[in-house]
């Protein structure tokens, strides 16, 4: 894809910048023992991502959001998965260097997820400091992805639009949500979904290594 007159590069988190899949499954599986429900494998967790944490928790408990413990589960998980969310999370190899590289050429840099607002922003000031200048995550009373509204709200606070701006995610719902807002999506292969999965579901631009996401601008 032609990046010449890209000024904004808006990140998905999990997946994308951070392996968070050890946490999110370490916690999920805590929820589920606390009411005798069965635990899921990393494979299942890394299939029911994407969508926040209510969708994680009614994917992974049978019958979804008709079990009677799924409200009980969903707080379960919030409180562990807030206390938890740092010990084995850390940013995919080269990562780091390619976001320090982009902002060094200029590229204005945010990052917009699904995990909860205040996650978010903890997690980008921990792990990348001023490199994100904007971090927004799921927030009362905004839609989410594959939503446009907080790709919309992230570009209004870099000062972009929909023509210098470029959405990367891991995931078909990052692709979608690229789709929703009218902008280019980039899709990563060092995440949760296959090459083939996000083929189907539109992608059309790929980087399989952050190395090579730092040639593509």
């Known amino acids: 894809m032609d990046t010449n007159n ?10 994308t910048l951070l392996d968070t899949l050890t946490d999110l ?12 429900l069965p635990e ?3 494979d299942e967790v890394r299939r029911f991502v994407g969508n926040g944490i209510a969708k994680l ?3 992974a408990i049978p019958s979804g959001m008709q079990h009677p413990s799924y409200d009980a589960v969903l707080t379960d998980i919030r409180r562990i998965y807030a206390q938890r969310c740092r010990e084995n999370t850390a940013p995919y190899a080269g990562i780091t260097e390619m976001l320090n590289d982009l ?3 200029g590229y204005a840099l945010a990052v917009v ?5 205040a996650q978010v922003k903890a997690l980008c000031r921990s792990f990348f400091g001023d490199c994100i200048q904007t971090a927004i995550g799921q927030q009362e009373g905004v839609r989410m992805k594959p939503a446009p509204d907080s790709l919309f709200a992230a570009m209004q606070q870099l000062d972009a639009d929909t023509d210098n701006t470029v959405y990367v995610g891991d995931s078909e719902v990052d692709v979608q949500t690229a789709q929703n807002a009218g902008v280019p999506c980039i899709s990563v292969l060092w995440g949760f979904r296959d090459k083939e999965l996000l083929l189907t579901n539109g992608a059309r631009n790929f980087a399989h290594s952050p190395a090579e996401m730092m040639q593509m601008f």
């Open 103 to 105: 902002s060094h050429k």
């Open 40 to 42: 899921r494998t990393t």
């Open 113 to 117: 997820s699904n995990k909860p607002d």
């Open 6 to 15: 890209i000024k904004a590069i808006i990140f998905d988190l999990d997946g």
């Open 57 to 59: 928790v009614e994917r």
């Open 25 to 36: 499954k370490n916690s999920l599986n805590e929820a589920l023992r606390n009411h005798s």
